[in-house]
Nanobody
Framework: QVQLAESGGGLVQAGGSLRLSCAAS????????MAWFRQAPGKDREFVAA????????SYANSVKGRFTLSRDNTKSTVYLQMTSLKPEDTAVYSC???????????????????WGLGTQVTVSS
């Protein structure tokens, strides 16, 4: 059973930074792509960022490109989402997700990801 546990959310002022972590367990972490999605109140879930199984490539939503950085430490089975220059529109519940396919190319659709964490709230005040 794959389990994902997010941490690091909170309240921050616009322009500030936060680092989210997602710790995984239950299968070989280094074989699978990981991603972050977010969902704001009244809106659909949207893709934020994804990183390949070996950390060699990543993909970002246009809305966060240049402000967010996704990384992974396969020795700790953890991915990190460093968020800088935060804006009020970044306010959402952020969830990490694990790909269903080993050694795959990065996917940005939520349908590619079979395992999800419970999410962590990020609130950016203006």
């Amino acid at each position: 059973q794959v389990q994902l546990a997010e941490s690091g959310g909170g309240l921050v002022q616009a322009g500030g930074s936060l680092r989210l972590s997602c710790a995984a367990s239950g299968r070989p972490f280094s074989n699978y792509n990981m991603a972050w999605f977010r969902q704001a109140p009244g809106k659909d879930r949207e893709f934020v960022a994804a990183i390949s199984w070996n950390g060699g490539s990543s993909s970002y939503a246009n809305s966060v490109k240049g402000r967010f950085t996704l990384s992974r430490d396969n020795t700790k089975s953890t991915v990190y989402l460093q968020m800088t220059s935060l804006k009020p529109e970044d306010t959402a519940v952020y969830s990490c997700a694990a790909d269903r396919v080993r050694f795959a190319a990065i996917g940005t659709s939520s349908g590619r990801y079979d395992y999800w964490g419970l999410g962590t709230q990020v609130t950016v005040s203006s």
